[in-house]
């Protein structure tokens, strides 16, 4: 993994390497597998920050299953700007299915809990959350997430999907900011 990274203009130092990342999406997968091996489920994905993280769970899950994804955005920048805005609507037909919202990270959890309920009037069967990422001290909106992979210090990161104004989504591992923002 690479000591040091500058993103636009920002250094990020290591914080979880490619095959840490690699295990945890192994289990959540066994995870899910168990839970869902008769349920047919519908992974949904929040774009764009879940494509990498989707593309891993999904294939760590051996059962069968659907794929689909929405896009939602609540940040600019570093910050989260606290108002939602959907910018791709639900496709698949959801209803009577279980769903599997998949997240890369879970920050004040202001975009689920905006989401969870618009989600709940298409009456699946079932919603349950796949987060990568939580980060417990700037929770606002508290969820339960029934798949998680790691809890971080309330820093901004990215890699592994997540990005910095669209950039860095392709690192293969997290980085952490190193210094205060201005
Ligand atoms: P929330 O609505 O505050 O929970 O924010 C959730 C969304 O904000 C995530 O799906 C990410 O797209 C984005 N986000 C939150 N924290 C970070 C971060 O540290 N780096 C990059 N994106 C983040
Ligand atoms: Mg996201």
Same mark, same amino acid.
Not at 168 to 171: E, S, V
């Given at each position: 993994m690479q000591s040091e990274v500058s993103v636009h203009g920002l250094s990020f130092r290591p914080l979880i390497s490619e095959e840490e990342i690699r295990q945890k999406v192994v289990e959540m997968g066994a995870s899910i597998t168990e839970a869902y091996r008769e349920r047919n489920p519908i992974f949904l994905g929040i774009l764009n920050g879940c494509f990498v993280f989707m593309a891993d769970l999904v294939r760590a899950c051996d059962l069968p299953c659907e794929v689909s994804f929405i896009k939602l955005a609540s940040y600019e920048g570093l910050q989260s700007t606290g108002e939602v805005k959907t910018h791709i609507g639900l496709e @698949?037909?959801?209803?009577d299915r279980h769903v599997i919202l998949v997240e890369d990270i879970i920050d004040t959890g202001k975009t689920l809990h905006s989401f969870l309920p618009v989600l709940a009037a298409f009456k699946p069967a079932s919603i349950s959350l796949a987060a990568l990422i939580v980060k417990p001290e700037a929770i606002v909106y508290p969820i339960d997430i029934a798949y998680k992979g790691f809890d971080i210090e309330n820093k901004f990161i990215v890699g592994y999907g997540l990005d910095y104004d669209g950039h @860095?989504?392709?690192?293969k591992g997290i980085y952490q900011l190193s210094m205060e923002t201005p």
């Open positions: @698949a037909d959801i209803k @860095a989504r392709n690192l």
